[in-house]
């Protein structure tokens, strides 16, 4: 080995911690120095070029600075390592250990892969004699390499684990930021946002903080997220702007995520021909709007060589499409995937397509048929690079919803599954509300009935022809990122659940537990991680218990959505009932009487659906308006299921509330506090809505609770 030379290169390529700002330091997330601790010790050679590579080099040297190891880039001459990150496609290095170990990994490979080749962005991880070897073969690849030898920590240099080949299922993992450039009015800087302000925006210009953007880039990367759009679907005149004047503001962002191999998207209005080109008409059918949005988005390209694309609200809450001119929505999105096709782009057009000025004395529109009664009938008809973007639920990222029967009827289209990790309407970051139990019963839902293909399967697609998976950000400029330090856990596994839909949701939690609260730096790492787990496990299904019963849906206080609102959405324009009167509740979304919702899907759910007696219970009240004495499989009536779940429900929260207490000195006190603090929001707010809505229940039906608790 020659200890001068490398000495020299390590110098090189260790560079240093970002530059301080003004701004306070950030929580670590899930990547902790710590976390690096078992690779920072070691001596890691990384081979292969690139701006990816470069990251990879850049993190192995933080490591290894911190934690005594070396690394190497590439060398010349002869050195003893025992981590090799390599592209295959590099030259050979003069050093027969390493090349020993490559030849290892390539065996390994053909054992296991079929010979196939690992794509943009897949990695074999193996073991050769002492040296534990990363090959991939292209240099995404190796990040992803990386950050998984880091999730493995110590297990990644057992002499005993077998190789392993990962690859994403999806190609596109998906960030929607609903971030506004200026405040809004009503929705501030960032929509449904609970973490703060924006990372990127600030009082209508750029945030500046370029840093805290790479550290963003840097932990969605380590999730696996590929892609993110950072402004809101809602798109107002400042934010129009960005796809022309002020590109340069997302350039600048392109420029900070790309060595993290993170795509920028933008969200354009489809009136941006008339507010931006001063064209008369947006109609997509217009010679001029088509020659519009091929110029503009040529100069797009120009600037952001690779631009991931457009994402669309159209024709929805407000926002303009194609409608205004008698077309359809595929013409709308066709206009800008031409436009984007010969640079690669795709167009992600939501399908959240609604009237929103409904009159609720009128029975026969059901908000939830719109987007399949919409869209369907144009399934076949959009260009090869649209994706349309369909929320997991009919309705709107409630607590619990069946999943869109739309996802089961669009085989000719590339459908992307939308998901909501701000929680808007599951405790808006207040509450501890774990959504990783929820979306994995979303992805391995089954539309076609047991059996058959997954909603996972849909998103992935046949030879990646899927659209992949996308959800709303819950990040902002809190020192947290997700403002309860507890929802960064569901950042965290939508990046994992994208990188692959099949995962087990309880294994990403505590892979996302011993990350983010690394057992070598905690007294008690058991107790840490089994309070971590017991608190965040099932919290999801709590949330459940004590806000809306049994699939209903919307009780939520209008506008904010936060807290009870039994009648809030009752009397409204927004189509979203519950229609309790004294005999019973619920939406009846039959086919038989109701609004035939239910006949949306394959048949084999359209007829458990149908009927009362095989719905289960917890979506009898989204297909159903049943009386209050049903008895429910469990058992138990509908009126008194709703008493006892509300009740459960607070205490289990109470619970939560004294485990975080076992905590106190264990973990860092920023984080104990904070999380301390929300807990008691959550307790107040769990009790307001037990009340709220067991008092609501007893007056309209008159049953008393059988336990005889206290309902006022
Ligand atoms: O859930 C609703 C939100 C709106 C949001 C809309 C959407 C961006 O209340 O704030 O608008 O969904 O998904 O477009």
Redesign the pocket.
């Known amino acids: 080995m020659n200890a001068e030379g490398s000495a020299d290169l390590e110098q090189l390529v260790f560079t240093e911690e970002p530059e301080g700002t003004d701004e306070p330091r950030v929580h670590a997330a899930w990547l902790p120095p710590e976390a690096f601790r078992a690779l920072g010790a070691r001596r890691v050679l990384v081979h292969g070029q690139g701006m990816l590579v470069d990251t990879v080099l850049d993190e192995v040297s933080r490591a290894c600075a911190r934690y005594g190891g070396r690394v190497w880039h590439s060398p010349s001459w002869d050195v003893d390592v025992d981590v090799v990150l390599a592209l295959r496609g590099a030259g050979e290095l003069p050093n027969p250990a390493v090349e020993a170990a490559r030849a290892a990994g390539e065996a390994a490979l053909v054992e296991i892969g079929d010979g196939e080749t690992l794509g943009d962005e897949g990695f074999l991880l193996a073991r050769a004699g002492e040296v534990t070897v990363v090959l991939a073969d292209a240099p995404a690849g190796l990040l992803y390499g990386l950050f998984h030898v880091v999730r493995l920590c110590a297990a990644a240099y057992d002499p005993a684990r077998p190789p392993e080949r990962h690859r994403p299922a999806l190609r596109r993992r998906m960030l929607n930021h ?1 971030d506004n450039v200026a405040v809004h009015p009503v929705m501030g800087q960032v ?2 946002g609970y973490a703060g302000g924006s990372i990127f925006w600030r009082d209508g210009r750029p945030r500046g903080d370029l840093a805290r953007i790479r550290e963003y880039g840097r932990l969605l990367a380590a999730s696996g997220v590929n892609a993110i759009s950072v402004n ?3 798109v107002g005149r400042t934010e129009a702007l960005l796809l022309t004047d002020r590109l340069g503001d997302i350039a600048e962002i392109a420029d900070v995520l790309r060595p993290y191999g993170i795509r920028v998207h933008l969200s354009v209005t489809f009136a941006a021909p008339v507010v931006l080109g001063g064209l008369s008409t947006a109609d997509p059918m217009d010679e001029a709007v088509r020659a519009w949005w091929a110029a503009t988005t040529r100069n797009v390209y120009e600037r952001i060589p690779d631009f991931g694309g457009y994402v669309v ?1 159209a024709d ?2 407000g926002q303009p499409g194609p409608f205004t001119y008698g077309r359809d929505h595929a013409d709308g999105a066709n206009v800008l995937a031409e436009a984007l096709a010969p640079h690669g782009g795709v167009v992600h057009w939501r399908a ?1 397509v609604y009237n929103h000025h409904q009159d609720w004395r009128d029975r026969s529109t059901d908000r939830a048929r719109a987007a399949y009664d919409h869209f369907t009938p144009l399934d076949g008809r959009f260009r090869a690079n649209v994706v349309v973007q369909v929320k997991f639920g009919p309705v ?2 409630q607590t619990r919803e069946p999943v869109s029967p739309v996802l089961a009827a669009m085989p000719a289209t590339r459908l992307a599954v939308e998901l909501q990790v701000t929680q ?1 309407y599951t405790g808006q970051q207040r509450h501890v509300c774990h959504l990783g139990p929820w979306w994995g019963e979303v992805l391995r839902f089954e539309p076609w009935g047991p059996g058959g293909r997954t909603i996972a399967d849909v998103a992935t697609g046949v030879a990646e022809s899927g659209g992949g998976l996308v959800a709303v950000a819950n990040t902002g400029d809190d020192l947290f990122w997700t403002g309860h330090p507890l929802a960064q856990a569901n950042l965290y596994t939508f990046g994992r659940l994208a990188w692959d839909p099949r995962l087990d949701p309880t294994a990403i939690l505590d892979e996302w537990i011993s990350l983010t609260f690394p057992p070598s730096a905690t007294a008690d790492p058991e107790l840490v991680g089994r309070t971590l787990h017991e608190i965040l496990d099932d919290s999801w299904r709590t949330y459940e218990r004590y806000t809306a019963p049994l699939g209903v849906g919307f009780m939520v206080h209008p506008g904010d ?1 936060y807290g009870p609102g039994i009648d809030g959405y009752e009397y409204t324009r927004w189509g979203t009932y519950h229609f309790a009167d004294r005999d019973g509740v619920g939406v009846d979304r039959s086919r038989a009487s109701g609004t035939g919702f239910a006949a949306q899907y394959p048949p084999y759910w359209a007829q458990v659906y149908e009927s009362p007696e095989s719905c289960p219970d917890e979506l009898l009240l989204f297909f159903h308006h049943v009386p209050y004495e049903h008895v429910l499989h469990s058992g138990s009536t509908v009126i008194q299921h709703i008493y006892d779940t509300h009740f459960t429900g607070v205490e289990e929260v109470a619970v939560m509330r004294r485990r975080w207490q076992t905590l106190n000195g264990m973990i860092d006190p920023a984080v104990y506090e904070r999380v301390a603090e929300r807990l008691d929001e959550q307790v107040r707010s769990a009790t307001e809505w037990r009340d709220q809505v067991n008092a609501y229940f007893f007056r309209k039906s008159g049953v008393p609770d059988e336990r005889g608790r206290t309902i006022y």
């Open positions: 609903w929509e449904r809101n679907v809602n609200k929805s809450e959240f709107d990222f808007e959505h």
